[in-house]
């Protein structure tokens, strides 16, 4: 079979962190045939030379190719797309993996939309990753109609002859490679296919923190190079709005973000002075005005104070920002048919208070840098209230051990709440989430996240903390044949979701014996446990070391939470006392059960509700006998030895 895609891996010194890659490349969904994996080794000098002989002798979809050190994965990538068999080359860097049907879906989306470049959702694993790009799927990405300027890592699907055609490589020995190379792909293709709904590459951070991008650099050399972007920005567009969006990526991302709120104040005052002077350089040489009047307000006071070469006034900017941050409270959490809708209010706080806004205010733009931070502050507070009509909030689970995010449908209302004798007010974001568990991709622990967007920001956090004495507390609910657990994290009390529930973890624990009906040979039992009507369940009896089955049906609970049980029971019981367990999930494998705290007896015709035996009764009861008599042995004893 042809080649379908060939998976490039540069590696220098991975360690033990490049397990995951190659296990991920091991596991992907594509037929072993239609795939390959070349790591191009650039002059390790740990174990891992040795390391990828040994799986190249093993595995035949592995290549290895050995080289001296280059410095960065410039030169290993190309060195890989020369190799390369594939019909598209897929770039993974050594610490990262895939998901394990990205190669498969990824070539098929390609393939089904002509598309040159394919860009796979990203979850980042304690980094940051481009959120907005991947909300849904797009077949026909442009730089105009998609965010795909956010994202520049090379971790992407390319055509190979798309390639070959344009004479696209990566530039060698220097950073930034990757954001030359993908700009340039973008504006050169002829189709970009973002595939949004499925995580194909998990981007992580090392413990260490060894990973390339995040140490410290030079700010006259990677200033330098982030220039050679935005000459294949200029070379392959013309001036105008296209150009200064493309153009504010950088402004934002590469310079913006970095002046800003703690991000800034971490680091060392002298670095500071020396990478605010070359981003004032660059500010001054590259970016018209056209270019920052299009950031959001916040970072129009750090581009403007930027551009005027006024670093006190960026630091103490930062200062007030630092206090800044998204808050989310939740007002109810329920089961309404087959999802559970997730109500709460967001907005902003500083220094642990909301804050407050203008209450009239109207837009005027930034023409000139603010005369001081109190004035730039002032000014963002007004531009904020004039621009509440554009805020909006969104309901993220992000998967607690992958980290990849999924956006949930929301409806939200922007309401105002007037403060300090309605000179001034809050900006409150009122919504409800709606989520539907069957369609969560896997069992897994999923965290609520909130994203708000309001004025200049755009911040995320959990859902809470919700005070124990006030919060809602839902059952879990049957959904689609699998169950999930709406519950409180502990000690923060934020919102999580268990889509892998089991065990006592269900609630079931709750259910009492008055709930519980047994006539002739139906058995009926209200349960904390909440299900559209019709949901289908299996039971399970079993007594002294025999097991017997059923079938049930839960039915939504019309005078509150829960739902009703409903069981036809094996016929003909024998004698005994029979303990009942009941898998949410009969069409599962293997059914997970869950004990319910009651039992039946069985005899004389007769069935009755009875406590579940507690095990090991006899046991208990013999081994304290054996104490007593023990006891009265060690009383007689020297009796017995005195007559002796």
Known sequence: ??????????????????????????????????????????????????????????????????????????????????????EFVMFVDNDDHLGDEALERMYDYGVANGADVVVGKMAGKNRGVPVELFRRNHPRATVENAPLIDSLTPHKMFRREFLDRIGLRFPEGRRLEDHVFVTEAYLRADNVSVLGDYVCYYHIRRDDASNAGFQRFDPVGYFQNLREALDVVERYTEPGPVRDRLFRRWLRVEMVERLRARRLLALPDDYRRELFAEIHKVVVERFGPGVAAGLQPTQQVVAAFAAADRYDDVVAFAEWEASVAATAAPTDVEWRGGSLHIGFTAEYASAREPMTFP?????????????????????????????????????????????????????????????????RVRLVLRATATVDPAALPGDAVWDAVVRVKLGGWTKECRLGPAPRATRPEPCAGVVGGRVVLPYWTEPHGNLSLDAAVEGRRLGLGGVRRPDVTVCGLRLRARLPLHAPDGAAVRLRFTSSGRTLHASGTLTGEPEGPGSRLEAALPSGLPRGIWRVALAPDPDAAEPRYAGLPFALRAGGGRMLVVPVPRPGTVRKLARGVRRVLGAARTKVAPVISGRR
């Open 359 to 423: 209450a009239d205010a109207g837009r005027t733009p930034l023409d000139d840098p603010p005369k001081d931070v109190e004035e730039a502050v002032a000014w963002v507070g007004a531009e904020t209230t004039a621009r509440f009509g554009q805020a909006t909030v969104d309901l993220l689970l992000r998967e607690r051990a992958g980290a990849a995010p999924y956006f949930q449908p929301v409806e939200f209302a922007r309401e105002t709440v007037s403060v300090e004798d309605g000179e």
């Open 1 to 86: 079979m042809p080649v379908k895609v060939s998976v490039i891996v540069p590696v220098h010194n991975p360690g033990t962190y490049i397990e995951d890659c190659i296990s991920s490349l091991q596991r992907q969904s594509l037929p072993p045939d239609e795939y390959e994996a070349i790591f191009v080794d650039d002059g390790s000098t740990d174990g891992t030379p040795a390391r990828l002989d040994r799986l190249a002798a093993e595995d035949p979809r592995m290549r290895v190719i050995h080289q001296e050190n280059s410095g960065w994965p410039g030169k290993p990538r190309n060195v890989g797309i020369a190799a390369a068999r594939g």
